[in-house]
């Protein structure tokens, strides 16, 4: 399974930004997917994730109500909508992805995930 992301920018506070994350290989109904972020100098952060195991979806409490993922099976892509967008959210941010279903809770674990792209950075000012 190869990832690669793409989507992200320089945007100003309040800003909107989409993120995709393409996948090849297999496709993204049969995994887990998820999305992470990590800010210079700090660790690899749970964003959002989407189950197999019914599109079951989780976010990260910093992003919720702001932060819409989903998944279109006919492109194998995987999307972050990322609305309102605030000075904290500036990160590079990964995709992930694990095959078969997970719970709501285990998704936020990065060391589930088996596949990693290389990132899209996303830089947000105030």
């Known amino acids: 399974v190869q990832l690669v992301e793409s989507g992200g920018g320089l945007v100003q506070a309040g800003d909107s930004l989409r993120l995709a994350c393409v996948v090849s290989?297999?496709?993204?109904?049969?995994?887990?997917m998820g999305w992470f972020r990590q800010a210079p100098g700090k660790g690899r952060v749970f964003v959002s994730g989407?189950?197999?195991?019914?599109?079951?979806?989780g976010y990260a409490d910093s992003v919720k109500g702001r932060f819409i993922i989903s998944r279109d099976n006919a492109k194998n892509t995987v999307y972050l909508q990322m609305n309102n967008l605030e000075p904290e959210d500036t990160a590079l941010y990964y995709c992930?992805?694990?095959?078969?279903?997970?719970?709501?809770?285990?998704?936020?674990?990065?060391?589930?995930?088996?596949?990693w792209g290389q990132g899209t950075q996303v830089t947000v000012s105030s």
């Open positions: 992930g992805a694990v095959l078969g279903p997970t719970t709501v809770q285990s998704m936020r674990d990065w060391r589930l995930y088996r596949s």
């Open positions: 989407i189950s197999s195991l019914r599109g079951a979806t």
């Open positions: 290989g297999r496709n993204p109904s049969t995994m887990t």
